[in-house]
C-alpha cells in the first residue's frame, strides 16, 4: 500500500517533460503543469507555443507564474522519497542513480534505479529524435510549397509579359494605322483647300485682267490730245454741252470700279469683330479710355512692368484670331503720325518693333501727315483716310487696309504664313496726343 501510495504521488509531481519532480512549477492556461525552466525552453525553441500534452496553441506567449501549492507538494514529496531512499537496500543489479547530480548526498533529489534511468533517457531520445524528424519534414514541405509558389509566380509573370506584349504590339499597331488614317485626312484636306485657293486665285487673276484692260482703256482716253474737251463736256462742268460718247464710257468704267470696291467692303465687314484694348500690354505712356476703345500718348501711368508690356508706344486688342477672317474699323483723323495693324502674340514687347514681311507685324504708318507706308514701301494715296479699315484673311495669308469713307483699298500684305494667333496692334506714336478710335461698324 505505501508503494502504491508513493507510485500515485510521484506520478502527480512528475513534469511530463523532463519526467522528475517539479522544480518551480508553473501551470498554463490549459490548466497543465510543468517546471518553468522546461516550459520555457520548450517553448523557445518550438513554434508556436503549444501545450506539449493537449497540444493546445496559445496566440500569445502565455505570462507563466509559480505555482505556489503545487511547489509546497513538491518539496514535501521530495523529502519523504529521500527519507525512503536512504532506508533501502538495493541489490547490485537494482542499483540507483541520481538524474541531477553525482553527489553523495542528495537533500532532494529522487534517487532512480539505474535501468529506469537508461530508459527514461532513451525514451526522451527517441521522442527528441521524432520531433526532430517531424520539424525536419516541417520544413521540407515549407520549401517545397516555396518553390511551388515561386515556379508559379514565375508562370505569372511569363504569361502576363506575354500578354503585355501582345497588348502593346496591338496598340502600337492601332496607333499606326490611325496614325496614317490622319496623314490620309490631312492630305486631302490639304488638297481640297489648295483646290479651292486656286479657283479663288483664278478668280481674282481673271478680275485683276480685266480691271487691267480698262485701266489701260483709261488711261488711252486720257491720253488723248482733246482730254480736256472731254473734261469740258462733264454735265456738271458745262451743263449746255452734252457728254461725248468715249468720256461717258470713262465714267461708267470710274462707276463700276467704285461700285465693286464698295461691293467688296461690304462684303468683308460682315467679319467685323469687337475689338477693345488690352491695358496688361500698353506702355506706361499710353492712356487708355475706360471702354477700352480709345489710345492717345500722355502722362506716364504707374503699371507694372510685367512681360506683356510693351517697351514702345504700342498696345495690343484683347481679341485674337488664330484661323477664319476678321474686320475692325479705327479713326485716325486729326494725327500726324500713327501705326496699325495686327502682330503675332508672340512678338518680343522689350524690343524695338521692326515691322517685316514675313514675321510681322504687318503695320500701315503714317508719318509727317501725310507719308504712308507699308513695310518701307511708299505709298500714294489720293486723299487722307479719317478712317482705317484692317482686315484679316488667316488661311489666305492676307492682311488689307481700306479707306473707309472713300471705299478704296490702301494696301495689301499677301503671301504671309500665319502660324500662330494674330492680335490688332495700336501705336498713337509719341508727342501725338490726339487718340486712336476703335469705332463701330456699319454693317
Not at 235 to 251: A, F, G, I, M
Not at 333 to 361: H, M
Not at 416 to 442: G, M, Q, W, Y
Request: contains cysteine; charged residues 30%.
Amino acid at each position: 500500500m505505501s508503494a502504491a501510495s508513493c507510485m500515485l504521488s510521484e506520478e502527480q509531481f512528475l513534469c511530463s517533460i523532463c519526467l522528475d519532480v517539479f522544480t518551480d512549477p508553473v501551470s498554463i492556461p490549459c490548466g497543465h503543469n510543468f517546471c518553468k525552466s522546461c516550459i520555457t525552453y520548450h517553448w523557445d525553441v518550438n513554434a508556436p507555443c503549444q501545450c506539449p500534452l493537449c497540444s493546445k496553441v496559445f496566440n500569445r506567449r502565455p505570462e507563466l507564474h509559480i505555482n505556489t501549492f503545487i511547489s509546497e507538494m513538491a518539496a514535501q514529496f521530495r523529502q519523504s522519497s529521500s527519507r525512503q531512499t536512504s532506508g533501502d537496500v538495493l541489490q547490485d543489479d537494482q542499483r540507483c542513480v541520481c538524474q541531477f547530480c553525482t553527489e553523495s548526498e542528495h537533500k532532494q533529489h529522487v534517487f532512480v534505479p539505474m535501468m529506469e534511468e537508461n530508459k527514461v533517457k532513451r525514451d526522451k531520445l527517441v521522442k527528441l529524435d521524432a520531433e526532430i524528424q517531424q520539424k525536419i519534414q516541417k520544413r521540407r514541405l515549407k520549401i517545397e510549397k516555396i518553390r511551388q509558389s515561386v515556379k508559379l509566380s514565375r508562370e505569372d509573370t511569363d504569361r502576363e509579359k506575354s500578354d503585355s506584349v501582345q497588348v502593346f504590339t496591338a496598340l502600337i499597331r492601332s496607333v499606326e494605322e490611325g496614325l496614317a488614317q490622319l496623314l490620309n485626312l490631312l492630305e486631302e484636306k490639304q488638297k481640297t483647300t489648295e483646290e479651292k485657293a486656286e479657283g479663288f486665285i483664278k478668280e481674282l487673276e481673271d478680275e485683276i485682267s480685266e480691271l487691267m484692260e480698262r485701266n489701260t482703256e483709261v488711261e488711252q482716253l486720257l491720253s488723248t490730245e482733246d482730254h480736256l474737251q472731254f473734261l469740258q463736256n462733264l454735265p456738271s462742268l458745262n451743263p449746255d454741252h452734252p457728254p461725248t460718247k468715249d468720256w461717258t464710257e470713262v465714267r461708267k468704267l470710274s462707276e463700276e470700279v467704285e461700285k465693286q470696291l464698295e461691293s467688296e467692303l461690304m462684303r468683308i465687314q460682315q467679319y467685323a469683330v469687337d475689338i477693345t484694348l488690352d491695358p496688361d500690354t500698353a506702355h506706361p505712356f499710353l492712356i487708355l479710355s475706360d471702354d477700352g476703345k480709345q489710345v492717345y500718348y500722355g502722362k506716364r501711368k504707374n503699371r507694372p512692368d510685367n512681360p506683356e508690356r510693351f517697351s514702345e508706344a504700342s498696345v495690343l486688342g484683347k481679341q485674337s484670331i488664330c484661323a477664319g477672317k476678321f474686320y475692325f474699323e479705327v479713326e485716325v483723323k486729326n494725327k500726324s503720325k500713327w501705326d496699325l495693324g495686327v502682330a503675332r502674340g508672340s512678338i518680343n514687347r522689350k524690343e524695338t518693333i521692326s515691322p517685316r514681311l514675313k514675321t510681322g507685324p504687318w503695320f500701315l504708318m503714317l508719318r509727317n501727315g501725310g507719308e504712308y507706308k507699308a513695310v518701307g514701301v511708299l505709298l500714294s494715296l489720293k486723299s487722307k483716310p479719317q478712317k482705317v479699315g484692317v482686315f484679316v484673311d488667316y488661311e489666305e495669308g492676307v492682311v488689307s487696309f481700306y479707306d473707309v469713307d472713300a471705299a478704296a483699298l490702301i494696301y495689301s500684305f499677301t503671301g504671309c504664313n500665319f502660324t500662330e494667333k494674330l492680335f490688332p496692334i495700336f501705336s498713337p506714336c509719341l508727342d501725338d496726343r490726339a487718340p486712336l478710335i476703335i469705332t463701330p461698324v456699319s454693317k
